[in-house]
């Protein structure tokens, strides 16, 4: 009995089989690869968004004092994520001083947190060489950043007295033109 020899069909068959089964095995890696921080990091946060609850957070401030978020429920909170070394950071600095002495006394308040790594021998300087007297939170470590999913600084959210974000500004800002002003004030006045 003579062996059978593959057909040139066969093998031709075969040789389209294993590349598109590896054609697919490549895809699916692929789009495992690109999903992995979704369903397999489960220290993995999607970025915060409008309508969503604030992340809640405590870092000390200048005074060394812990300040939390949760500290100011039903006041109207301006966070906003920092660095000395940020030039857009110094640019709207002034401004948000100006939007904290229109405000004072209402139910607002500014937590500037800096993520600088050197902490309050940078952060306390630059305050006082701005004039700045809305409270400063140290974040060495920079958790915030993953905690808001931030891309850069600044970054500030607008958080309603509830607790729920209301608006998020990328970039610098001036914060003391009438609209924000207004803005900001017709937040306040919401129940």
Known sequence: MEGKEAHPDDRRSLKHIIFFAFIIIVVGVVIFLQGKDSFLNLSYKPRVKPGLPAPNFTFAGL?????????????????????TWCPPCREEMPSMEKLYQELKGEDFEILAVSIDASGATVVAPFMKEYKLSFPALLDPEGMIQNLYGTTGV????????????????IGPMDWSTPEVVRFFRNLIQKH
């Open 63 to 83: 005074d060394d004092k812990k300040v939390s978020l949760t500290d100011f429920k039903g006041k109207v909170v301006f966070l906003n994520i920092w660095a």
């Open 154 to 169: 600044p970054e500030s959210f607008i958080i309603g007295k509830e607790g729920i974000i209301e608006k998020i500004v």
